[in-house]
């Protein structure tokens, strides 16, 4: 079955403690994304890759690192969280860029609370 | 930079009738996408509708296209509570080779 699939789906953890956000995919797709999902704030764009070892900043980067040392896997680091990072965090895929127009693939969010 | 906009915000009504939602952008576009996200859960592609396409039909819903307004919209025919969820829109936008969303609308279809 073609998916998307984070780990872990919820955490709650410390201001100041590292954490990673995994997130890999089946389908064979060059571009992976993160972004993170706030009340009425939307989708914003954290991290985006259009291959391994190319990555770019989104919009709200500050804070994160994000990876692409394999093409199934894009994990997203906090080194430092803090609690301005608790937010739902969705990784994407997709076979072509946004101007082609091929769906995004969604994983199913990882909730992360930073206290 | 948020490039598209839904519009209502939020959508109530009862099984069976339309629902109807607004998606206004700022910049030219070549495509525009709609997702459909059930509470918490990962967005979903629901229909993807290219700049020289004006109409495009998926079973109930149907989705314009107007590039001189820069505006689409997403129709809802004979709702169902199963259609409860938060619908957005999405468009490639500015130097970013993934999609931009919107706030998304969220619905609500009471049974």
């Known amino acids: 079955e073609a998916q998307v699939t984070q780990n872990p789906r919820y955490l709650i953890t410390v201001t100041g403690k590292k954490l990673t956000v995994t997130c890999s995919q089946n389908?064979?797709?060059?571009?992976m994304s993160w972004y993170r999902q706030d009340p009425g704030l939307g989708l914003r764009q954290i991290y985006y890759s259009m291959n391994v070892e190319v990555t770019d900043k989104g919009d709200v980067p500050e804070g994160y690192k994000v990876s692409r040392k394999e093409k199934r896997n894009f994990p997203l680091i906090l080194e430092s969280p803090s609690p301005n990072q608790t937010s739902l965090y969705f990784c994407?895929?997709?076979?072509?860029?946004?101007?082609?127009?091929?769906?995004?693939?969604f994983g199913d969010g990882t909730r992360l609370s930073i206290l | 930079s948020q490039q598209g906009e839904e519009d209502p915000q939020a959508l109530s009504i009862q099984e069976g009738e339309n629902a109807t939602m607004n998606c206004s952008y700022k910049t030219s576009i070549n495509n525009l996408q709609w997702y459909r996200q059930n509470s918490g859960r990962g967005l979903v592609h629901l229909i993807l509708i290219r700049s020289n396409e004006r109409e495009k039909h998926s079973g109930r819903l149907r989705v314009t296209l107007d590039t001189s307004k820069k505006s689409s919209s997403l129709l809802i025919t004979a709702s169902r509570a199963a259609d409860t969820a938060s619908y957005f829109c999405?468009?490639?936008?500015?130097?970013?080779?993934?999609?931009?969303f919107g706030r998304g609308t969220s619905l609500i279809v009471h049974p």
């Open positions: 389908m064979n797709h060059e571009y």
């Open positions: 994407a895929s997709s076979s072509s860029g946004a101007q082609l127009g091929q769906p995004q693939h």
């Open positions: 999405a468009t490639p936008a500015g130097g970013s080779y993934i999609p931009t």
